[in-house]
């Protein structure tokens, strides 16, 4: 019997990445398929897992990156494309044909002009949620504080589901409810995903303490940046900047020396914060894109102005994970005076400055007690569907993820 080839489409979000990978090197560790290739359609989405140097290390490790959209939207462009990846399209359709073919997505397929794959490859195809760490009602509210945002349904084209939470809005689609399904625990608990962190994650450290021109130090702290303009749910357009200069001033005054990890998102406009950073010369700043599960392995604290999925790495170990913000009534209103995330957030601090030294005190005062988890144990049938060699389980078979609360 020929092993599958594994088509994973992922998402325009680094999120969905992050997601499926660790669950792709099980599959990998454990030699049931012939090829892994990650299958990109933004852009944007592929310059940015060009840039993740620790993701792009990962998929390196296991198959291969390609993008297959079209770079210009203009009409010689989008023929151009077509040309370009007819000859990896068909290669799909043959194995489709040939039952050799298992597709994971994260809505694409869905949609035309990949629809088709789907219907040559209805016994295998993967419909995944697009981060582990799931989705809450809250976040909903939260984004369509000033007006609701206007959201496509569309038909899930999909054999079986692999989803994080039991109350996953898809799971209740008509077409959907019969599907088998999966509901897992975060998938960076994934041991192939620990042991691939834990190999480099002195290397990479190591790498950035040259570039930065600063002694390595055995604990950091993590400051997690997001985007810097208006933002419906804060308070006004001037707090951020405002936020982040406190944030790290109090990170500078309460660290005792320990360097100061700032990361960047894509949507960072960093010539923000040049003035800021520039203006605090001969601290421990380093501006770095290492990815949060590598960061996390030394960190003692990290710290957000609003909630990011960077925060739940940090917690799958046990580090301590601060929300230092400025939300709006309206925002409050909608999370009861709490962190959107409040599973994810152990300290929710309202623009505070005394508060927010008072809690990276406490925080650096206690020791990371977590540092090895018990680590979830891998689906094995899910693991042997993907691999086209088993139909999952139609009824759910849900694994809890690690439960956090807010506390500050």
């Known amino acids: 019997m020929s092993k599958a080839s594994v088509a994973v489409f992922v998402g325009n979000k680094l999120i969905s990445t992050d997601t499926i990978l660790p669950l792709m090197m099980e599959l990998s560790r454990r030699g049931q398929v012939s090829t892994i290739r990650f299958l990109c359609v933004d852009w944007a989405t592929y310059n940015v897992l060009q840039q993740n140097f620790v993701i792009r290390d990962a998929i390196d490790a296991i198959g291969e990156l390609t993008f297959i959209g079209a770079r210009k939207k203009t009409a010689i462009g989008r023929i151009w494309h077509r040309l370009a990846v007819l000859p990896l399209m068909a290669g799909l359709a043959i194995r489709a044909v040939l039952g050799q073919l298992t597709i994971v997505h994260f809505g694409i397929v869905n949609l035309p002009p990949f629809r088709w794959l789907y219907r040559l490859n209805r016994g295998a195809t993967f419909y995944v949620q697009g981060t582990s760490m799931g989705y809450q009602a809250s976040e909903r509210r939260f984004d369509d504080i000033k007006q609701e945002r206007a959201r496509t349904k569309t038909t899930i084209a999909a054999t079986s589901l692999i989803g994080f939470q039991a109350d996953w809005p ?239």
């Open 170 to 408: 898809v799971l209740e689609q008509p077409e959907t409810r019969r599907l088998p399904r999966v509901i897992l625990g975060p998938t960076q608990l994934a041991p192939a995903w620990r042991d691939f962190v834990a190999a480099r994650a002195d290397r990479y450290f190591m790498a950035e303490y040259s570039r930065a021109g600063h002694e390595p130090a055995e604990d950091v702290l993590v400051f997690i940046l997001g985007y810097l303009g208006q933002l419906d749910f804060i308070r006004d357009g001037t707090s951020m900047v405002a936020l982040f200069e406190e944030t790290l001033d109090a990170l500078i005054e309460r660290g005792e020396g320990r360097p100061i990890f700032i990361k960047p998102h894509a949507i960072t406009d960093m010539s923000l914060l040049e003035k800021p950073i520039a203006a605090r010369a001969g601290t421990p700043i380093i501006v770095s894109y290492l990815h949060p599960a590598v960061l996390a392995t030394r960190a003692r604290l990290f710290v957000a102005n609003y909630y990011s999925g960077a925060l739940s790495a940090a917690g799958l170990l046990g580090v301590p994970t601060i929300e230092y913000t400025d939300y709006s009534d309206s925002a409050l209103g909608v999370t009861g005076d709490r962190s959107v995330r409040d599973d994810q957030v152990d300290h929710f601090i309202l623009r505070d400055a005394p508060d927010l030294r008072a809690v990276i005190d406490a925080s650096l005062a206690k020791p990371i007690t977590n540092r090895r988890p018990n680590w979830q144990a891998v689906d094995e049938e899910l693991l042997s569907a993907l691999a086209g060699r088993k139909v999952p389980n139609g009824s759910p078979r849900q694994q809890s993820p690690r439960s956090r609360r807010s506390v500050g």
